[in-house]
Structure formats: structure tokens, C-alpha cells
């Protein structure tokens, strides 16, 4: 990885570091104002989902922070211990978004198919880029007759492509899960106007880690592209 690359990784590390301090202090914030419906994050999933007649989705409660996530494969709403006893607007906004996964998946969302599909494909581009990187830097002497620099940068280039387009893909994914989200508490009348807005203000900090990570994809994959072309001439 050369060192304009470095400059570029360490830039929006340093701005996805800042979004994720913000995202941190925004739901201690609203964690602290207990929700006038005094309905946990556990309770509020599960009323979501029945809501959607969605009746073979699990909702569990998982360890860590900030580690709320919707899981396709075994169908579970996977709610932090914060977050699935919380009674606050922040455990509110975060159960009914990750409900607004499994509402996806029931109602068969194009773009959420595409990123599940998108997946294997993103863990293998990761898997190579990593093995390319390292053979460019410890083991360029063994490969050389192998493979010449301008195919280690197609490799590269090919797996941002593939990294920068999963990061896009889950832009409209993340966005809608929080529409639905929001629509939901509104309608149902989980939340007051205060509340509303306080739960709307997390969801969009959480959406800015996706911005600046689609962002970053883009930036490296043009980087790459760049010296790519700059060779050819």
C-alpha cells in the first residue's frame, strides 16, 4: 500500500473514528430520557415485527455495545443488553431499525437481496486484496515472475470496485430500515413528537458511519484507478 493510499486510509479513520464518537455521545444522551411509553427495546421489536405479521423472526439480546444488527440467515434481531432493556428513545430508534431489517427481508427488498448476495463476494475481494498487498510488500521477489505490477493493480482495483459497491448498495439498505423504523413508532404511537425526533437525530448520526465508509471506498477505489491509468500513459 503506498503511502498516498496510507494518507487516505488514516484520513477517513480519523473521520470514521469522529462520526463514531459522535454516534456514542448522541445515545448516551438519549438513553439517559425514558420513553413516556416505558416500552423496552426487546418489547418494542417484538411489537414491531408482529405489527408486520412477522411471527418467525427471534429477537435476542447479544453482548457488546452498539452491536444491534439484523441477521438474515437465522432470522434474529440481535439487540445490544442496552439497548434490549433499554426504555429511551436511543433503544427505540435502534430495535425498530434493525426490525426494519427483518420487515425487508419478509417483503423481499431488491436492494437488501442484492447486499446479502453482494456478501461472499465482498469477504473473498477482502481475503485477496489482503493476500496481494502482502505480496507486494514482503513478497514481491517470489512473485514477480507470477504476476506483474499492472495485474496486482487490476486485482486491487477490482476488489475496491466490489467494496465501494457494497458500501453503496448499503446506503439505500440502512435508509430505508430507518424510514420504516420511523414511520413505524410514529404511526403506532410509541413515541412522543420529542421522543420522534430524538430517535430520527440517532438514526441519521448511525447512517453517517455508512456515508464516510461508501465515501472511503470510492476515494481508494479512484486512487487506485488513477495510478492505474497514469502507468498506461
Known sequence: MGMGALVITGFFMLVGWIVSSRLKNKFKKYSE????????????????????????VKVISVEGQLTDHYNPADKTVNLSHDVYN????????VAAHECG????????????????????????????????????????????GLFSYDFALM?????????????LVTLPVEFDASKRALAWIENRGIV????????KDALNSAAMTYVVAAIGAITMLLYYVMIFLGRRD
Not at 426487546?42 to 415485527?49: D, H, K, V
Not at 486485482?155 to 458500501?167: H, M
Open 33 to 56: 430520557i425514558r420513553l413516556t411509553k416505558d416500552l423496552t427495546g426487546g418489547e418494542i421489536a417484538r411489537l414491531m415485527l408482529a405489527d408486520n405479521g412477522i411471527n418467525d
Open 86 to 93: 433499554g426504555r429511551n428513545a436511543a433503544a427505540t430508534a
Open 101 to 144: 431489517h427483518a420487515v425487508q427481508h419478509a417483503k423481499a427488498y431488491s436492494m437488501l437481496q442484492f447486499r446479502s448476495a453482494m456478501v461472499p463476494i465482498q469477504n473473498i475481494s477482502a481475503k485477496v486484496i489482503n493476500m496481494v498487498f502482502l505480496a507486494m510488500m514482503f513478497g514481491s521477489f517470489l512473485f514477480r
Open 155 to 167: 486485482v486491487i482495483i477490482a476488489c475496491y470496485g466490489v467494496f465501494a459497491l457494497f458500501a
Open 192 to 199: 412522543t413528537r420529542q421522543e420522534h425526533d430524538m430517535a
